[in-house]
Each structure stands twice: as structure tokens, then as C-alpha cells.
């Protein structure tokens, strides 16, 4: 990539080199000016070589930016595909209650998670088991009311998932 970039600029630092030799300035704009068919061609192919360069460097450039930052989560952890949909839906409809630091949630009215579920309970399993209870059962035990069903099957598996790999990060 940086090669190519050295590479092109040498061959037109060249190129002008040379034109100016053969004749100098007015030589050069005599060259481009030049009504022959020769010299028509060199311009046609210099501003071709300069558009492609224009157009494939930046290309090249967002092509090698494209890797995003979508798996990496808090800690240096790395989120699978389902954990990731977990932690948007997890943003959508338990951040508002819940405090977990992952998602930068702040959410008062339910215990904080990174509490509750990460520093709490020793096994990723159980983690999971928990936060899957609480999602299909709700919670009322006086200490507030959190809504049953808020998700179901895959969408609940996938939060449970999320919050038992990051809670307490
Ligand atoms: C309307 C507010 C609210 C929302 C939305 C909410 N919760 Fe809760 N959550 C609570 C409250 C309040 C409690 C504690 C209730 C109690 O124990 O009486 C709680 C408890 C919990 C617990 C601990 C359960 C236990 O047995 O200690 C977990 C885990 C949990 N919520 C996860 C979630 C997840 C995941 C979501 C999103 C699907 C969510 N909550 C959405 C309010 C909420």
C-alpha cells in the first residue's frame, strides 16, 4: 500500500524530470499542448493514471479500515454473533433498570447486574440460568416489579448469554 504510493509519486517526480530536461517548461507545455496525436494520448493516459490512483487508494484505504469493533466488548473480551445481538437487545429493553457497565447502562430501578449476576454468582452457567429466569418469569419480591417476557427463545437466550459474559467487566 505505502509502496504503491512512493511508487507513483517517484514515477511522476520522473516523469517530469524527464519532460523538463527534453525541454524545459515552455518544452513540457509544448508537449501538452500539442495538437499530435502522441501527445493527446500521454495527457489522456496521465489524467487516467491519476483518476485510478484517486479512486484506488481511497478504496484501498476504507477496504483495510472495514474490520469494526462490534465483537470487542469490555475487558479485552470478544463477543460472539449471538452475544452481540444480545447486548443490543439487552440496550433496547433491560438498560433502562439495570446498571451493567458493558453497555454503560445506568438503570436504577432493578439491582445492578454487574453486582447481582457478575460478582454474585461463580459460574457462567449459572449466570446465564439466572438471567434467563428472571427474563421468563419476572421478578416481584418487593424490591420493585420487572416485567415477565420482555424476550422469548432465541432473543432471551442470546441476552442471557450477553449479560452472563459481561457482567461484572
Ligand atoms: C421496568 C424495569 C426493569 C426492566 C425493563 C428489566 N428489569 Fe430486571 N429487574 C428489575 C427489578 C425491579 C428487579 C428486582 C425485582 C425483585 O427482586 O423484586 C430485577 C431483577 C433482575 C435480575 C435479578 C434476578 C434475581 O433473581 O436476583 C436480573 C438477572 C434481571 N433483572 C435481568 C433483566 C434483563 C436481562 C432485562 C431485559 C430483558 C431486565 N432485567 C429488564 C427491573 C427491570
Known sequence: MVIAIVLFWALLGLGVFFVAMRGGPRGARAALHTESAIGQRVVILGVAVLVAFGVAVPTL???SNGEHKAGVAVGGLHL???EQRGRDLFARSCAVCHTLAAVKAVGRIGPNLDVRVGADIATASGRRALVLNAISEGRARG?????AQLYQGREAEEVAEFVAAVAGH
Open 80 to 82: 460472539s454473533a449471538s
Open 143 to 147: 424490591l420493585g416489579q420487572m416485567p
Open 61 to 63: 484505504v476504507l477496504a
